[in-house]
């Protein structure tokens, strides 16, 4: 199915209703509690996103399409029943468009996806340590490390651990070196 044909299916101008009041909501510091977005519109779309015949990674695109104009929590917790699904490529593209909305200015593209980390990826033993590789290796962004860190309450210690000792400094003339500051926690 297509953006347009979704658009369609839902009606245009509850779409874009949906759309601003969602964009107004996930803005907002207390994320979920403003602006009474449509939160009914992503759970009802959903079958049309995930079960249609079509590869995943067109999956993901029009997932994160729908995502960009309307960011909402309802969109992304699918993803993750799904994401064991995905192969090699999938995965990777997956990654690729979190990274890009955990790296972005705009607050109601990243809090509805750390939310979705929090209670999602980071919570599922099985996957928490390939989402952390996945949105902290060495080549991250600060703005997207700065998300994941937010976002990384459930994240085991060791995995934690191990970005603060790459960000923190250690060596001499330094208070405190990375792995004291850390084992001080």
């Known amino acids: 199915m297509t953006r347009s044909e979704l658009i369609d299916l839902v009606g245009r101008e509850r779409y874009l209703a949906a759309c601003a009041a969602a964009r107004a909501d996930a803005a907002r510091p207390d994320y979920g509690r403003g602006a009474g977005a449509d939160v009914a ?39 993750e029943h799904h994401y064991r699904e995905f192969g090699a490529e999938d995965r990777a593209a997956w990654w690729q468009a979190v990274r890009a909305r955990l790296g972005s200015e705009d607050a109601a593209l990243r809090q509805p996806l750390q939310y979705a980390l929090w209670c999602g990826f980071f919570e599922d ?5 390939k989402a952390w590789a996945a949105l902290t290796g060495p080549d991250a962004a600060p703005a997207v490390l700065q998300a994941a860190l937010r976002a990384s309450g459930p994240v085991p210690w060791p995995l934690k651990a191990a970005l603060y000792e790459r960000l923190l400094p250690s060596g001499p003339g330094t208070p405190r070196s990375g792995r004291a500051w850390c084992g001080a926690l």
């Open 125 to 129: 033993a099985e996957l928490v340590g």
């Open 41 to 79: 519109l992503p759970h009802e779309i959903e079958e049309h996103i995930w079960w249609e015949p079509e590869p995943w990674r067109e999956k993901i695109a029009l997932l994160f399409a729908l995502y960009d104009e309307m960011p909402s929590y309802g969109h992304l917790m699918y993803a």
